[in-house]
């Protein structure tokens, strides 16, 4: 089944007027069961209206997304965040009080009124209330819940601004918002709190300490899914299908490494034969000089701002043609952690 045609409307946001006319563009579209694109401050969202079980069935036939893989849902408020859920355990309301709104999903047991389409047909639900006052904005106006992966063709890397989207997406949607360079600029971290105990199924800004920390008492073991393997990876793909190995990977071949100097590079380099003028190198601290590489771009030593920048030189690199990107191995400490997982997966 083909995606409908279309040439995406591009709209900005960047004053009072244009931000609220394109609020109710946004919004039209949407209850009239259309898919738009819309920013959030972790990165671009596919969005429909998550009551509406055609609409959402769109945003799949768009990404050519599996059905297997359920769908987070967006939210403003409390209220609404209740409505999509059939309990809301302590856990919850501490994780929600303290990082809501913001880069958390937290996985929940569904309300009945959630389409099977948005839970791919399980007993939970992913919920989030974004940062971002655009996406707010839009659900405010709405009243409804949306439905949003990230706006990108299954598979491929996230967008983190509206031009990435328009690239990806633009012959298949009516409407892409611009709301500027996504500010988190990775996708949020993903908690399980449906069951007895806490589990991170996907790693994400919001780190494994930062939630104990909210936790509090309730600091029940958290299981850190990421830290885990192979079997232990092949058990969770049911559980949150989009921790599938090779997933948020660029066209190109990643490789993550640790140099000495420049030598040591193009030693460890040769063995993928790939021609320099096609090989990018993405480093934070060795940063190599005086070869023919395609590109080599430097990212803040920063984790915070690493993300913000990691995924824009990953589309660029591709746009540019990229057979090879070799990126400097990131810290191992805890707020590197869902860097290093994006990583590590694209790298599979
Ligand atoms: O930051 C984000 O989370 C972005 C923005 C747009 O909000 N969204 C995003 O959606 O990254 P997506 O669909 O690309 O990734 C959602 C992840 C997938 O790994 C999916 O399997 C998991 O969340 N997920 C969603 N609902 C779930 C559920 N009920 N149980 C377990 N995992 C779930
Ligand atoms: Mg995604």
Not at 93 to 117: D, Q
Not at 268 to 286: D, E, G, P
Request: contains cysteine.
């Amino acid at each position: 089944m083909d995606a409908e045609r279309h040439v995406a409307e591009v709209l900005p946001t960047h004053t009072p007027e244009l931000f609220a006319a394109a609020v109710r563009r946004a919004a039209d579209l949407l209850r009239a069961g259309e898919v738009v694109a819309l920013p959030t401050e972790t990165v671009y969202g596919l969005a429909a209206n998550a009551l509406d079980a055609r609409a959402v069935a769109k945003i799949y036939e768009i990404k050519g997304r599996p059905a297997h893989n359920p769908i987070i849902v967006h939210v403003a408020d409390f209220a609404l965040a209740r409505r999509c859920v059939s309990a809301w355990p302590e856990a919850a309301e501490r994780l929600a009080k303290s990082f809501w709104p913001g880069p958390l999903t937290l996985v929940l047991p569904r309300a009945s009124e959630i389409p099977n389409l948005v839970t791919a047909g399980g007993d939970t639900v992913g919920v989030r209330w974004p940062r971002h006052p655009f996406m707010q904005a839009v659900i405010r106006e709405c009243g409804f819940p949306l439905a949003a992966p990230s706006a990108n063709l299954s598979n491929q890397v996230s967008p983190t601004n509206a031009e990435h989207v328009r690239q990806g997406l633009g012959g298949r949607i009516p409407l892409i918002v611009d709301g500027g360079q996504s500010q988190v600029g990775i996708e949020s971290t993903v908690v399980d709190v449906s069951g007895a105990g806490v589990r991170v199924l996907r790693p994400g800004m919001i780190h494994e300490a930062a939630l104990a920390a909210a936790l509090g008492e309730l600091r029940w073991p958290i299981e850190e899914m990421s830290s885990q393997k192979s079997s232990e990876d092949a058990r969770e793909t049911l559980r949150s299908p989009g921790l599938l190995e090779r997933h948020y990977a660029p066209t190109a071949r990643l490789v993550v490494c640790a140099w000495r100097d420049d030598d040591d590079l193009l030693a460890q380099l040769a063995v993928y034969r790939a021609h320099a003028a096609h090989t990018f190198v993405i480093a934070h601290t060795r940063i190599p000089s005086g070869m023919n590489f395609g590109g080599v771009s430097v990212i803040p030593h920063d984790a915070e701002a690493y993300a913000r920048a990691l995924y824009g030189e990953l589309h660029r690199c591709d746009a540019e043609g990229a057979e090879l990107i070799a990126v400097e191995a990131p810290p191992s400490r805890p707020e590197w952690a869902a860097i290093a997982d994006r990583l590590r997966r694209a790298s599979a």
